[in-house]
């Protein structure tokens, strides 16, 4: 094919894409369309989009301050305002202004990592949009004292982590405070941001290959910092700024090949890096590594509803349950990676799953006033308390009570998650338009077209309701395009202008375009049917969730709040159920969506819709409760069995309620069925009381686990729980069980705990001997068979038959190694 020919069939194609768009119709002229994305060819005229040779910007996120929130959105914003984290210097060391790092001209002083930042980075964003001028005058005490500590070399911030990481800098606490600055930068024009990032990314920029970006944090999330450079590149145009962006990726950890870590923040963080590179790679190999990181994460770990996956603290390969929790941190991180793609792609998908974690996932993650937190919060959970859940979750200690004195991570850096969802309701496009991206009550006030100025009033209660109307106001006529996200759940969403219906298709994962010369007081309104969904988690044994739109719903179970700590203006709490939460669905075997009746109370509820006892919807539902169904000796949710699950208890009518209102759930319901054919659910060893004893447990593992029932694939299984004497080495050491009556042994099977290669720390023991209790003394049994240490299998023991209560191993654990059982039986 010729250059002639190749050029004739480009301007074709060139000209039907731009006919078929609406540009090619007369100036004046209204036109409707629906369109897969926004066109992304040119630039923005009016805001701080891609410069080439970067690719082009999708949307625009417009500057912090365009977007007022209305309705339920504020309010949750002006209770995390008068909450913990709007005066957190009260409870946090790390935030405390006297002595701080972060607010020395030198960078001396105390708390120089990431806390800080964490916390201003919602609490600036947080004032900015709600316009409070108390959080933005001390918003600007710590950004004053950032740039006040900047070096000549560039350098700025605390100087402890120039040579935090073994003697080399850690970058991560500055890829923070750089998106405190620019939201900043955005609000008050403030140039200074732009000669700090300048002359910090010149220091970046001259660091030697071996000291940039040395593990882990930084290394694992410098996505964030590229991100950062795009930004100031977007404004300044300096090249040399591209080059630090390609050195930046190139010290990353290599997102684009696997998931390089499991840990949940990590996870949500971090896997937009490689879309983030394609703007300068344009590589779509990079772009699409982005997508199946996202999926693989949720295909491993995360068949469960809510948006998120099993990460409690890391994910780990056997523990996918509904029960398995997320870091409030990854909630909010993940939204922001949903926002990042969303900008990068313009994929409506981004859209839909951001919504998807900030209405189901998020809201429960804190008390409804938003005085405390919890650390790990999961789709099915029926207690919210301070005690230990470890193995059962990965993280032992206080995980899951309701405080705002602990959790540190999350104590700070959860504030983002409301404010940064307000800021990215609206975009704006290339083609000098607006995009309605996510919905919320709110006021967006940007400029259109040829510049003029439009403010834009969004009615709604959405996700409780279906429509959404907007009312245009500008000083002059002027013709934009305004683009309306339908999300991929509706089918059939309608749209009109000044009441009259547009004849546009507009199904699911697309968005409707609306080209016209709009003029003061245009209204327009979207109605997104929202039907009733029954997911079937075939990977979770074919548990079901239940959604309505946007929104996921939950048992809705008593809940009794009880004061544990805390202070009298910050006080912590723990979360027990009043009522059975043991409950399997019954669902409509032709349709199960028609065993769901949708309830709406009043429009004029309020705005508090994540309170039980206040949400705006709720759908009423059969059930029946399943007995074998019980809490493990934990006090965690009993792990799902297999559905359709066998009852004979009578149907009982049930009251489901949103997700995110219910701090105490269960959102991945058992199917309940009477028939001959359902699964005859079984009471697990971990949810009887079992008595068993050892010398020494570590705090991660637990000596139930060695007889739970859970049959491991290999002695270095760690996909089940397990009991190990560690960090003992070389000792002599014991595992006892009783009995609840005295019964007739002969024999035990024994499976040793051996992490060679993986671990290296444990390994089966030198050797062991079987005593039985008599009259209250340990005995050892005679003519035992031989006591085996083999691993990856059962090692059997006979011996003469004794009577007793209790039996109880000892061992040698080998010279500088551990040991642990990782099921122990007795026939």
Same mark, same amino acid.
């Given at each position: 094919?010729?250059?002639?020919?190749?050029?004739?069939?480009?301007?074709?194609?060139?000209?039907?894409?731009?006919?078929?768009?609406?540009?090619?119709?007369?100036?004046?002229?209204?036109?409707?369309?629906?369109?897969?994305?926004?066109?992304?060819?040119?630039?923005?005229?009016?805001?701080?989009?891609?410069?080439?040779?970067?690719?082009?910007?999708?949307?625009?996120?417009?500057?912090?301050?365009?977007?007022?929130?209305?309705?339920?959105?504020?309010?949750?914003?002006?209770?995390?305002?008068?909450?913990?984290?709007?005066?957190?210097?009260?409870?946090?060391?790390?935030?405390?202004?006297?002595?701080?790092?972060?607010?020395?001209?030198?960078?001396?002083?105390?708390?120089?990592?990431?806390?800080?930042?964490?916390?201003?980075?919602?609490?600036?964003?947080?004032?900015?949009?709600?316009?409070?001028?108390?959080?933005?005058?001390?918003?600007?005490?710590?950004?004053?004292?950032?740039?006040?500590?900047?070096?000549?070399?560039?350098?700025?911030?605390?100087?402890?982590?120039?040579?935090?990481?073994?003697?080399?800098?850690?970058?991560?606490?500055?890829?923070?405070?750089?998106?405190?600055?620019?939201?900043?930068?955005? +609000?008050?024009?403030? #140039?200074?941001?732009? *000669? !700090?990032? @300048?002359? /910090?990314? $010149?220091?970046?920029?001259?660091?030697?290959?071996?000291?940039?970006?040395?593990?882990?944090?930084?290394?694992?999330?410098?996505?964030?910092?590229?991100?950062?450079?795009?930004?100031?590149?977007?404004?300044?145009?300096?090249?040399?700024?591209?080059?630090?962006?390609?050195?930046?990726?190139?010290?990353?950890?290599?997102?684009?090949?696997?998931?390089?870590?499991?840990?949940?923040?990590?996870?949500?963080?971090?896997?937009?890096?490689?879309?983030?590179? +394609?703007?300068?790679? #344009?590589?779509?190999? *990079? !772009?699409? @590594?982005? /997508?199946? $990181?996202?999926?693989?994460?949720?295909?491993?770990?995360?068949?469960?509803?809510?948006?998120?996956?099993?990460?409690?603290?890391?994910?780990?390969?056997?523990?996918?349950?509904?029960?398995?929790?997320?870091?409030?941190?990854?909630?909010?991180?993940?939204?922001?990676?949903?926002?990042?793609?969303?900008?990068?792609?313009?994929?409506?998908?981004?859209?839909?799953?951001?919504?998807?974690?900030?209405?189901?996932?998020?809201?429960?993650?804190?008390?409804?006033?938003?005085?405390?937190?919890?650390?790990?919060?999961?789709?099915?959970?029926?207690?919210?308390?301070?005690?230990?859940?470890?193995?059962?979750?990965?993280?032992?200690?206080?995980?899951?009570?309701?405080?705002?004195?602990?959790?540190?991570?999350?104590?700070?850096?959860?504030?983002?998650?409301?404010?940064?969802?307000?800021?990215?309701?609206?975009?704006?496009?290339?083609?000098?338009?607006?995009?309605?991206?996510?919905?919320?009550?709110?006021?967006?006030?940007?400029?259109?077209?040829?510049?003029?100025?439009?403010?834009?009033?969004?009615?709604?209660?959405?996700?409780?309701?279906?429509?959404?109307?907007?009312?245009?106001?500008?000083?002059?006529?002027?013709?934009?395009?305004?683009?309306?996200?339908?999300?991929?759940?509706?089918?059939?969403?309608?749209?009109?202008?000044?009441?009259?219906?547009?004849?546009?298709?507009?199904?699911?994962?697309?968005?409707?375009?609306?080209?016209?010369?709009?003029?003061?007081?245009?209204?327009?309104?979207?109605?997104?049917?929202?039907?009733?969904?029954?997911?079937?988690?075939?990977?979770?044994?074919?548990?079901?969730?239940?959604?309505?739109?946007?929104?996921?719903?939950?048992?809705?179970?008593?809940?009794?709040?009880?004061?544990?700590?805390?202070?009298?203006?910050?006080?912590?709490?723990?979360?027990?159920?009043?009522?059975?939460?043991?409950?399997?669905?019954?669902?409509?075997?032709?349709?199960?969506?028609?065993?769901?009746?949708?309830?709406?109370?009043?429009?004029?509820?309020?705005?508090?819709?994540?309170?039980?006892?206040?949400?705006?919807?709720?759908?009423?539902?059969?059930?029946?409760?399943?007995?074998?169904?019980?809490?493990?000796?934990?006090?965690?949710?009993?792990?799902?069995?297999?559905?359709?699950?066998?009852?004979?208890?009578?149907?009982?009518?049930?009251?489901?309620?949103?997700?995110?209102?219910?701090?105490?759930?269960?959102?991945?319901?058992?199917?309940?069925?009477?028939?001959?054919?359902?699964?005859?659910?079984?009471?697990?060893?971990?949810?009887?009381?079992?008595?068993?004893?050892?010398?020494?447990?570590?705090?991660?593992?637990?000596?139930?686990?060695?007889?739970?029932?859970?049959?491991?694939?290999?002695?270095?299984?760690?996909?089940?729980?397990?009991?190990?004497?560690?960090?003992?080495?070389?000792?002599?050491?014991?595992?006892?069980?009783?009995?609840?009556?005295?019964?007739?042994?002969?024999?035990?099977?024994?499976?040793?705990?051996?992490?060679?290669?993986?671990?290296?720390?444990?390994?089966?023991?030198?050797?062991?001997?079987?005593?039985?209790?008599?009259?209250?003394?340990?005995?050892?049994?005679?003519?035992?068979?031989?006591?085996?240490?083999?691993?990856?299998?059962?090692?059997?023991?006979?011996?003469?038959?004794?009577?007793?209560?209790?039996?109880?191993?000892?061992?040698?654990?080998?010279?500088?190694?551990?040991?642990?059982?990782?099921?122990?039986?007795?026939?």
């Amino acid at each position: 094919m010729n250059a002639i020919l190749q050029r004739r069939i480009f301007l074709a194609v060139l000209i039907a894409v731009y006919v078929f768009s609406g540009y090619g119709r007369a100036v004046g002229e209204e036109t409707a369309s629906v369109v897969e994305r926004p066109p992304a060819m040119g630039r923005n005229a009016h805001y701080a989009a891609n410069r080439e040779p970067l690719s082009p910007s999708a949307f625009v996120k417009l500057p912090v301050g365009s977007i007022r929130p209305r309705g339920w959105l504020r309010k949750q914003l002006e209770l995390q305002a008068a909450g913990f984290h709007g005066y957190l210097w009260e409870i946090s060391p790390f935030v405390k202004r006297e002595g701080n790092a972060w607010l020395s001209p030198t960078g001396e002083g105390h708390s120089p990592w990431e806390e800080m930042p964490y916390w201003l980075k919602g609490f600036a964003a947080c004032g900015y949009v709600l316009g409070d001028e108390r959080m933005m005058a001390e918003t600007k005490r710590w950004i004053d004292g950032a740039i006040a500590s900047q070096r000549d070399d560039g350098w700025f911030g605390p100087r402890a982590n120039l040579t935090r990481v073994g003697g080399k800098p850690d970058l991560w606490p500055n890829m923070v405070m750089l998106n405190c600055l620019q939201s900043y930068y955005e +609000y008050t024009g403030d #140039k200074r941001v732009l *000669d !700090l990032m @300048a002359r /910090y990314f $010149r220091w970046q920029h001259a660091l030697p290959e071996g000291d940039l970006l040395t593990p882990d944090w930084q290394k694992r999330r410098a996505g964030d910092n590229i991100l950062s450079v795009y930004w100031l590149y977007n404004r300044t145009g300096e090249k040399w700024l591209l080059d630090l962006a390609a050195k930046l990726h190139k010290h990353t950890d290599p997102w684009v090949e696997r998931l390089v870590n499991l840990h949940n923040v990590d996870v949500s963080q971090a896997y937009d890096e490689p879309a983030v590179f +394609y703007v300068l790679s #344009k590589n779509p190999r *990079d !772009l699409a @590594a982005s /997508y199946r $990181r996202h999926a693989e994460v949720r295909e491993q770990f995360g068949q469960v509803p809510g948006g998120m996956f099993g990460g409690d603290e890391n994910c780990r390969p056997g523990f996918g349950d509904p029960r398995q929790a997320i870091e409030t941190c990854g909630i909010v991180e993940e939204m922001h990676s949903n926002e990042t793609m969303l900008a990068i792609t313009g994929d409506p998908a981004w859209a839909d799953q951001c919504e998807y974690v900030a209405f189901n996932a998020l809201p429960a993650a804190l008390t409804a006033d938003m005085k405390a937190l919890r650390y790990l919060t999961s789709p099915n959970m029926i207690v919210s308390d301070a005690k230990n859940k470890a193995p059962g979750l990965q993280n032992g200690g206080n995980m899951l009570e309701m405080n705002p004195h602990t959790h540190r991570c999350c104590q700070h850096n959860f504030g983002h998650g409301w404010p940064y969802f307000a800021e990215h309701l609206w975009m704006a496009t290339a083609d000098n338009g607006l995009a309605a991206v996510m919905y919320a009550a709110c006021e967006v006030k940007a400029k259109v077209g040829e510049g003029r100025e439009v403010t834009i009033r969004t009615t709604t209660r959405y996700p409780f309701e279906e429509q959404v109307e907007f009312t245009i106001s500008l000083g002059e006529a002027t013709e934009f395009p305004l683009y309306l996200r339908v999300p991929k759940w509706c089918d059939g969403a309608a749209v009109s202008v000044n009441g009259k219906k547009l004849d546009v298709e507009a199904n699911g994962g697309r968005y409707v375009r609306v080209l016209r010369k709009w003029a003061e007081g245009d209204r327009v309104a979207i109605a997104l049917p929202m039907r009733i969904a029954v997911n079937t988690w075939e990977k979770n044994k074919h548990s079901v969730s239940v959604d309505r739109g946007p929104l996921t719903f939950s048992l809705a179970i008593g809940e009794k709040m009880t004061r544990t700590g805390g202070t009298d203006r910050w006080p912590a709490w723990s979360i027990e159920p009043t009522t059975a939460w043991n409950y399997g669905l019954v669902l409509d075997a032709s349709d199960p969506t028609k065993s769901f009746d949708v309830v709406e109370r009043d429009r004029n509820a309020g705005d508090m819709p994540f309170v039980p006892n206040a949400v705006p919807i709720s759908l009423r539902a059969k059930g029946r409760k399943i007995p074998q169904w019980k809490a493990d000796y934990l006090g965690l949710v009993g792990l799902l069995q297999e559905s359709p699950a066998k009852t004979n208890e009578p149907v009982e009518e049930i009251t489901l309620i949103p997700m995110g209102a219910a701090r105490l759930r269960i959102t991945a319901f058992p199917v309940a069925s009477d028939a001959d054919n359902a699964h005859q659910w079984v009471v697990p060893a971990e949810a009887l009381a079992v008595k068993v004893s050892a010398s020494h447990c570590w705090d991660g593992d637990t000596v139930v686990a060695a007889v739970d029932g859970r049959l491991p694939k290999n002695s270095d299984d760690h996909t089940i729980p397990r009991f190990t004497w560690w960090p003992k080495r070389g000792s002599a050491e014991w595992l006892a069980r009783e009995f609840d009556a005295p019964r007739k042994v002969s024999r035990v099977e024994v499976y040793w705990f051996d992490d060679e290669p993986t671990g290296g720390k444990c390994r089966v023991p030198k050797s062991w001997r079987l005593s039985y209790r008599k009259d209250g003394k340990w005995v050892a049994v005679e003519n035992a068979s031989g006591y085996g240490v083999e691993k990856d299998r059962f090692n059997a023991v006979k011996f003469d038959a004794v009577e007793t209560d209790a039996l109880r191993i000892d061992v040698e654990l080998r010279d500088d190694v551990s040991g642990g059982v990782l099921e122990w039986r007795v026939p």
